[in-house]
């Protein structure tokens, strides 16, 4: 897997649009992205910092440098969420995971909404 590989990879795991990601990374458009993604760009570091930020990844990974199974935090807070949601029995459980989604950053309620394939009720 090459890196424009795997930033297309992480951004749709994250469930963002290329829109969004081009905001994110300084990019003007989603047809940057694009080009990124096609491996049409080659990133200078910096820039590959920039998307490993964006996507709540490494460089290391994006690059190809650490292991493939290797799971960032965010990744292993995602599977943590399903898993509660699997074992979920009464409504004051589902309360607590609930309140537990509410306090999560964007990129984590995104993930957990395309995980449980659901509409964005906030926008």
Request: net charge positive; glycine share 4%.
């Amino acid at each position: 897997m090459e890196i424009c590989d795997r930033i297309k990879y992480k951004r749709k795991q994250l469930g963002m649009t290329q829109t969004e990601l081009a905001a994110l990374t300084g990019y003007t458009n989603k047809s940057s992205i694009a080009s990124v993604e096609a491996g049409k760009i080659d990133l200078p570091l910096s820039k590959v910092k920039i998307f490993a930020k964006a996507l709540h990844t490494t460089p290391a990974y994006l690059l190809g440098w650490g292991e493939e199974n290797a799971r960032t935090a965010q990744e292993k807070r995602l599977i943590a969420y399903a898993d509660m949601f699997s074992k979920v029995k009464n409504s004051d459980e589902l309360l607590n995971v609930l309140r537990s989604y509410e306090s999560q950053e964007e990129p984590i309620k995104a993930a957990v909404r395309k995980l449980l394939d659901i509409e964005d009720a906030e926008k």
